[in-house]
Nanobody, 127 residues
Framework: QVQLIESGGGLAQAGGSLRLSCSNSGRPFSSYAMGWFRQAPGKEREFVAAVNRGGGRTVYSDSVKDRFIISRDNAKNLVFLQMNSLKPEDTAVYYC????????????????????WGQGTQVTVSS
């Protein structure tokens, strides 16, 4: 059973930064495309960012592009989401996702594409 465990959430002020981490128990880690989604109260789950197996290809939602950076360290089985210039509308529960048996260069931005999900970590941005 693949387990995804997120960490790094918390409270930040508008304009500040947070860095989320996600560990993936699946092996080899490099066989998984990874992503981040978020869900705010009363809203649908939305795509945030995704990275391919090797880390060289990324995609972002328009709402976070140029502020957030997704990256991965295949040697440490970790994926990261560096969140800069945070806004109150970034407040949400953030979920790490994973999908294996995929081509090397593919990235995925739809919830239905992912098989594995973490429990989520809360991010709250105050104005």
């Amino acid at each position: 059973q693949v387990q995804l465990i997120e960490s790094g959430g918390g409270l930040a002020q508008a304009g500040g930064s947070l860095r989320l981490s996600c560990s993936n128990s699946g092996r080899p880690f490099s066989s998984y495309a990874m992503g981040w989604f978020r869900q705010a109260p009363g809203k649908e789950r939305e795509f945030v960012a995704a990275v391919n197996r090797g880390g060289g290809r990324t995609v972002y939602s328009d709402s976070v592009k140029d502020r957030f950076i997704i990256s991965r360290d295949n040697a440490k089985n970790l994926v990261f989401l560096q969140m800069n210039s945070l806004k109150p509308e970034d407040t949400a529960v953030y979920y790490c996702t994973a999908k294996n048996l995929v081509p090397w260069d593919r990235v995925y931005d739809a919830p239905k594409d992912y098989v594995y999900w973490g429990q989520g970590t809360q991010v709250t941005v105050s104005s």
